[in-house]
Nanobody
Framework: QVRLVESGGGLVQAGGSLRLSCAASGGTFSTYVMGWFRQAPGKEREFVAGINWSGSSTFYADSAKGRFTISRDNAKNTVYLQMNSLKSEDTAVYYC?????????????????WGQGTQITVSS
C-alpha cells in the first residue's frame, strides 16, 4: 500500500509562487507514474500535471503550461509541483496521486493511490 503525503500549500498573493511536495512511502516509488490534481469548491477534480516513472516525460493541463513544473526525485520518494505566476483561479485543494501504469494519464479514476490534499488559496 502506497501512502502519499502532500505539503507546501498555503495562502499566496496573485503572481506569487509555491512549491508543493508529495512524499511517498510503502511502495516502490520509482515504478509509479505520478500526477497532481486539484479540486475547487463545487467543481470536479481536474488534472494539473503528470510525470512518468523516470521523469523523462511530463504532461500538463493547458491551465498549467508555462507556469507549473512537475518533477520527481526517486532517491527521496518525492514528487514536486513548482507553481509560478499564481492566479486566483488556481485556488483549490491540490492532490498528488500515483498509478502503476506506464503512461501519464489525465483521468483520476486511473490512479490507484491518493494523498489527503493540501489547500492553496491565491488572493487577488
Amino acid at each position: 500500500q502506497v501512502r502519499l503525503v502532500e505539503s507546501g500549500g498555503g495562502l499566496v498573493q496573485a503572481g506569487g509562487s509555491l512549491r508543493l511536495s508529495c512524499a511517498a512511502s510503502g511502495g516502490t516509488f520509482s515504478t509509479y507514474v505520478m500526477g497532481w490534481f486539484r479540486q475547487a469548491p463545487g467543481k470536479e477534480r481536474e488534472f494539473v500535471a503528470g510525470i512518468n516513472w523516470s521523469g523523462s516525460s511530463t504532461f500538463y493541463a493547458d491551465s498549467a503550461k508555462g507556469r507549473f513544473t512537475i518533477s520527481r526525485d526517486n532517491a527521496k520518494n518525492t514528487v514536486y509541483l513548482q507553481m509560478n505566476s499564481l492566479k486566483s483561479e488556481d485556488t483549490a485543494v491540490y492532490y498528488c496521486a500515483a498509478h502503476r501504469g506506464m503512461l501519464v494519464t489525465t483521468i483520476p479514476q486511473s490512479y490507484n493511490y491518493w494523498g489527503q490534499g493540501t489547500q492553496i488559496t491565491v488572493s487577488s
